[in-house]
């Protein structure tokens, strides 16, 4: 599977972006999906992620109550809507896809390009 990743930009703290990763192929919905970021200096850490219905979600403790994961199969597209957004949230995020049921956290097998998320203070 491809995976093509937009949405990112410059926002100022407080304000919000949607960030969406579309996904090639025809089994999008066998896929578990999630975003991870890395911050300049910084190792990729876990953000979010949502299991092939999109019925559960899970999320690292930095974004808790700010950032929502969610899927649309029959676009095969998922999304991570970010509110609220902090300086400290500037990074590349990226998209990832395993083939599985549950939900994963990490060593995903497709990974997207990146865009780059920006929030000034």
């Known amino acids: 599977v491809q995976l093509q990743a937009s949405g990112g930009g410059l926002v100022q703290a407080g304000g919000s972006l949607r960030l969406s990763c579309a996904a090639s192929?025809?089994?999008?919905?066998?896929?578990?999906m999630g975003w991870f970021r890395q911050a300049p200096g910084k190792e990729r850490e876990f953000v979010a992620a949502i299991n092939w219905s999109g019925g559960s979600t899970y999320y690292a403790d930095s974004v808790k109550e700010r950032f929502t994961i969610s899927r649309d199969n029959a676009k095969n597209t998922v999304y991570l809507q970010m509110n609220n957004l902090k300086p400290e949230d500037t990074a590349v995020y990226y998209c990832a896809a395993k083939r599985a049921i549950g939900i994963v956290t990490m060593t995903y097998d497709y990974w997207g390009q990146g865009t780059l998320v920006t929030v000034s203070s």
């Open positions: 192929g025809r089994t999008f919905s066998s896929y578990a």
